[in-house]
């Protein structure tokens, strides 16, 4: 059994709307994927995806039925919030949120690619950091930047990553890739699905933490 595809991200509708119940369910499962990583270097991360998951249930479970979509959220939030939108509220946790997600997505997908360095293809040095400078470099200062540069060192070899989202069954490499393609369909129109309503909202801000 697969580690991701055994919460699998759902297919969206015609319109691409996020079902935040549906979101909210799949993405908890999440955070685990940075234990396969085998180090508390990446415990930040984990920490911050789990947080704002957290902040954005929080929001939708004081009204389920207005909060149907992510989008709706975002919506009624720059109703509500006035001025403070969207530095505040499940807005600002969904835009760090969705940072943290497309993090997981470009490493995925770099693995998937076969992107490696040719000297030592059992590191995901080079996958890790994609995934980090398309992600989130840009929004993070010279001092998380250094604490990141450390973590690459930690990062875990390829062939014991790719056992770890096996759930450390003996997996053919190509099978487990293969359920990572697999998981990376639905997983990626989400991800960007949500990129693009920040886009078509304004919402998106540019500052460092």
């Known amino acids: 059994m697969s580690l991701l595809l055994d919460n699998s991200f759902g297919e969206l509708p015609p319109d691409n709307s996020v079902n935040t119940k549906l979101f909210l369910e799949t993405v908890s499962h999440l955070p685990s994927f940075f234990d396969c990583l085998g180090s508390k270097v990446f415990s930040p991360i984990k920490s911050d995806i789990n947080g704002n998951i957290t902040k954005i249930k929080e929001v939708y479970m004081k009204d389920p039925q207005r909060y149907i979509t992510l989008q709706q959220i975002l919506e009624a939030e720059r109703q509500d919030l006035g001025v403070e939108w969207p530095k505040a509220g499940a807005t600002l946790a969904l835009m760090w949120l969705k940072r943290g997600l497309r993090f997981i997505q470009v490493l995925l997908q770099s693995l998937v690619d076969g992107e490696q360095d040719t000297n030592q293809p059992n590191l995901i040095r080079i996958n890790i950091t994609k995934a980090y400078e398309q992600a989130l470099k840009q929004y993070h200062g010279w001092f998380v930047q250094k604490i990141f540069t450390t973590a690459l060192y930690a990062a875990p070899y390829r062939s014991d990553l790719l056992k770890a989202l096996s759930k450390g069954e003996d997996v053919k490499e190509e099978e487990c890739l293969e359920n990572l393609r697999h998981f990376l369909v639905n997983f990626t129109a989400t991800v960007d699905a949500i990129y ?14």
Do not use: F, I, K
């Not at 309503?197 to 540019?206: D, G, K, P, T």
């Open 196 to 209: 693009e309503m920040y886009v078509r909202l304004n919402a998106e801000m540019h500052y460092t933490v």
